[in-house]
C-alpha cells in the first residue's frame, strides 16, 4: 500500500547490505509501484521509479500500524467472495374470474304516424286561385369581356461567380520537445529512462472554430511500451492570449500512455502555448488564426 516500505534481498545491485525505499503509489493491475529512493542514480541523489512486482527482489514490506491508507494485498492468487442470497419460495399465480354484467336491451314501441287534419275552409277552390293576367319577361344576363392581365416578363438573375474550393485538411506533424535545460534531478531521471514525444494535428490555416489536437506520448526506452501512472512532476500547458482556448491546464496522472489537449481557435490573430514539465520549458507552439 502507498507509504510502505520495500526492503530488496541483498546480493546482486544492493551488494550484501540490501536496500529499502518508499512506495509511492501501487498498481494491482499492472502489478507495478512506484519507488521513492535514494541512491539508485547515482550516490545521494533521490529518485522516483516504477518496479515490477513479478520480477522484483523483494524480501518484504514495513507497514505502520497508524498508517489509516487502504491497501492491496498482493497474493499469489483472488479469492472471490460471493452472497449467498435466501431462495424465494415462488408465489402461486392468481386466477380472476370477471364477474358477467347483466345488459338489458330496451326495444323501441313502433308508432303509427298520424295523419294531418285538413280544414275545409281553408282548402283553396279554383275559383278561388287568382290567375296571372300578366306575361312573364325574363331579363338575359348580362355578359362582360373577359379580362385580359398581361404577362409578367420574365428577369433572369445574374450568375453570380462561384469561388474556388480551397483543400483545407487537417494534417499530423511531429513537435520538438528538448530536455538539455533539465536540472531538477528527480525529472532528469524521470526523461533518462522515458521517451517523451509530441505531435499536433490541425488544418494548415486555423478559423474561428476550428479545433487543433496535441497528443503527448510517454513510453519506456527499453520496452517502447506505454508508461501509465503518476508523473513526477506536472505537465503544464500555458497559452499567450485569449485568441485560444484549451480543455484544461496541467496534468499529473497519465492514462492509457498519452495526454490529449484540445485546442480550440477562438479569436483572429496569433497565439503561442507553451509546454512545461513541472517549472523546466520543454516545448512551444505557434498558432495564426484568420
Given at each position: ?5 520495500v526492503v530488496y534481498n541483498a546480493g546482486g545491485r544492493f551488494g550484501q547490505y540490501g536496500h529499502v525505499g518508499k512506495v509511492m503509489y501501487y498498481n494491482k493491475w499492472l502489478h507495478k509501484i512506484i519507488v521513492r529512493d535514494m541512491a539508485w542514480v547515482s550516490m545521494f541523489t533521490m ?231 513541472g517549472i523546466e520549458k520543454i516545448g512551444r507552439i505557434g498558432f495564426e488564426i484568420q
Open positions: 500500500m502507498p507509504w510502505a516500505l529518485s522516483d521509479r516504477r518496479d515490477d512486482l513479478t520480477t522484483a527482489n523483494v524480501e518484504c514490506y514495513i507497514y505502520n500500524v497508524r498508517n489509516t491508507v487502504v491497501g492491496e494485498v498482493i497474493t499469489g492468487s483472488t479469492t472471490a467472495i460471493s452472497n449467498n442470497p435466501t431462495q424465494l419460495e415462488p408465489t402461486q399465480p392468481q386466477t380472476w374470474t370477471p364477474t358477467p354484467v347483466q345488459t338489458t336491451i330496451v326495444v323501441p314501441t313502433p308508432t303509427t304516424p298520424a295523419v294531418p287534419v285538413t280544414n275545409p275552409a281553408t282548402v283553396p277552390t279554383e275559383n278561388s286561385v287568382a290567375k296571372p293576367t300578366t306575361p312573364v319577361v325574363v331579363t338575359p344576363p348580362v355578359v362582360k369581356p373577359p379580362v385580359v392581365i398581361p404577362s409578367q416578363p420574365v428577369v433572369t438573375p445574374p450568375v453570380v461567380p462561384v469561388k474556388p474550393v480551397v483543400n483545407d485538411t487537417a494534417s499530423t506533424k511531429d513537435i520538438t520537445l528538448s530536455f538539455d535545460n533539465i536540472s531538477d534531478p528527480l525529472i532528469q531521471h524521470y526523461v533518462w529512462i522515458r521517451d517523451i514525444s509530441a505531435e499536433l494535428t490541425s488544418k494548415a490555416t486555423l478559423h474561428i472554430g476550428d479545433e487543433a489536437v496535441l497528443i503527448i506520448t510517454i513510453k519506456d526506452k527499453q520496452t517502447q511500451v506505454n508508461v501509465d501512472g503518476l508523473l513526477p512532476t506536472v505537465l503544464e500547458f500555458i497559452w499567450s492570449n485569449d485568441n485560444i482556448d484549451i480543455d484544461y491546464s496541467s496534468v499529473r496522472l497519465i492514462s492509457d500512455g498519452k495526454v490529449e489537449v484540445h485546442i480550440r481557435a477562438v479569436q483572429a490573430g496569433k497565439s503561442s502555448l507553451v509546454i512545461n514539465l
